[in-house]
């Protein structure tokens, strides 16, 4: 009897421990891995907000490469994520609910089988004397009493797979080409017209492709709150630069009718008229060959230039990840 009753003292203690000790552990986790990749912030981010890009470099798909995988991609990228399904990595989504260009992806990841639960995944882009430090992290809450106790191994647990798969996403992403661009034939254009609804900003020059970024995100979600579709192609007016470093311009989706504006965002029209255009290849960080060619056979043909210069995006780069296919048509109105 004294030794059943001793097992049974031995017993509740050992279940007081483990519903005790859960009490002063964190109720949260957070797991990170950091790397350095050697190519500029604008194509690493544009990798990895790139779903269709998943496949290639995720180190759970890797281990299971005949799960079931559906990309979903949004103009906007908010709303945009995948939806996996297997027999080994089970079921789940992630979905990317917030980002900051070149800066920052927020995705909620929603773990559905075999076991229901949800977390964040973070991921955060810096540059650096390499090219882009990143760091992906993946963080989230803990329920008492048993996850608890499994977050003391968390970071242990998913060392291998982070470490993994930012091996792979940096082989991938170095893998890209450097940044480069040419011009397309310079000639003289009849600029057809159009009309649109767009964003006026100043930013500093450093900044205009996140801001860029983040004001089509806002036209693309005005434009779902009223139903309409865009009617050709994204466009962007660069105005003045008024103050040394910096400049404004618009961003703009043109539509096949006037809607109604709000403070931030107003209807424009680009006039019918006669131009110099040439097309651009490459990365949009490559453009300035292109005005400098526009420039200098304006110069060489003693043109006259009454208007501002715009370009239109002809390529999506969320479907075309090859960037030397990018094209992007670049006007200068003259008289």
């Known amino acids: 009897m004294k030794f059943l009753k001793w ?33 500029a912030p604008e194509i690493v981010f544009q990798t990895a907000v790139d779903m269709n890009q998943r496949t290639k470099w995720d180190p759970w798909l890797e281990m299971e490469p005949d799960a079931e995988v559906k990309v979903e991609m949004t103009p906007e990228i908010i709303g945009s994520g995948y939806h996996w399904k297997g027999m080994e990595i ?7 609910k917030e980002f900051v260009p070149n800066e920052l992806i927020k995705s909620d990841i929603e773990f559905i089988a075999p076991r229901s639960s949800s977390a964040l995944v973070i991921w955060n882009f810096e540059k650096s004397d390499k090219g882009t430090k990143v760091t992906w992290a993946f963080e989230g809450d803990l329920s008492y009493p048993i996850e608890k106790w499994m977050g003391l191994f968390m970071d242990m647990m998913l060392s291998e797979p982070f470490e993994k798969g930012l091996n792979n996403f940096k082989e991938l992403v170095e893998s890209k080409p450097e940044m480069t661009g040419r011009t397309g034939d310079i000639s003289e254009s009849q600029f057809e017209g159009l009309i649109g609804v767009a964003i006026k900003e100043k930013c500093e020059i450093s900044q205009i492709s996140s801001k860029m970024m983040e004001m089509y995100s806002s036209l693309m979600k005005y434009l779902k709150e009223y139903d309409q579709e865009i009617a050709g ?31 931030k965002i107003k209807s424009i029209e680009l006039s019918a008229g006669k131009t110099i255009m040439a097309s651009h290849f490459g990365h949009y960080t490559t453009l300035k060959l292109t005005y400098e060619a526009i420039q200098k056979y304006i110069e060489e043909n003693n043109l006259e230039v009454i208007g501002a210069p715009f370009e239109i995006y002809v390529t999506d780069p969320i479907q075309e990840p090859d960037q030397s296919k990018w094209e992007t048509k670049v006007y200068f109105p003259i008289k």
């Open 7 to 39: 097992l049974g003292i031995i017993l509740a203690s050992i279940i007081a421990l483990i519903l005790i000790i859960p009490l002063f552990l964190p109720s949260s986790f957070h797991v990170e891995r950091s790397t350095e990749i050697e190519r």
């Open 90 to 96: 089970g079921e789940g989504k992630m979905t990317i």
């Open 233 to 263: 192609f994204p466009f962007t007016i660069y105005h003045t630069m008024e103050e040394e470093g910096f400049i404004t311009f618009e961003c703009g989706l043109p539509v096949s009718k006037k809607l109604e504006e709000n403070d």
